[in-house]
């Protein structure tokens, strides 16, 4: 069974930067999608980033793009979520998830889309 666990999030001015990671542990599968959604009150999840765990394909939500950066360390067994510019509509609970489908192969992966995810890390951003 995948448990991921997320950490890094916290409270920043508009403008600034966050870095999230998330360790990962119990894959059965060799080939498959990682990636962040984020969930604000009151809105839908919304998918924010997502790679293949072999490299080579990462997307970005239209929100996010230029501004954040999704990184992973096969070694360690850990994803990364680099924020930078943060803006007040950023603030939400972020979400670290797996997908065995391998849609991230060609866009990005939606929220629904993910079989695992952790108990989530706040990003507040204020204004």
């Known amino acids: 069974q995948v448990q991921l666990v997320e950490s890094g999030g916290g409270s920043v001015q508009a403008g600034g930067s966050l870095r999230l990671s998330c360790a990962a542990s119990g894959y059965t599968y060799s080939r498959f999608c990682m990636g962040w959604f984020r969930e604000a009150p009151g809105k839908e999840r919304e998918g924010v980033a997502s790679i293949y765990n072999r490299g080579g394909s990462t997307y970005y939500s239209d929100s996010v793009k230029g501004r954040f950066t999704i990184s992973q360390d096969n070694a360690k067994s850990a994803l990364y979520l680099q924020m930078n510019s943060l803006k007040p509509e950023d603030t939400a609970m972020y979400y670290c998830?797996?997908?065995?489908?391998?849609?991230?192969?060609?866009?990005?992966?939606?929220?629904?889309?993910?079989?695992?995810w952790g108990q989530g890390t706040q990003v507040t951003v204020s204004s």
């Open positions: 998830a797996t997908a065995v489908g391998l849609t991230c192969l060609t866009r990005l992966v939606l929220p629904n889309e993910y079989n695992s």
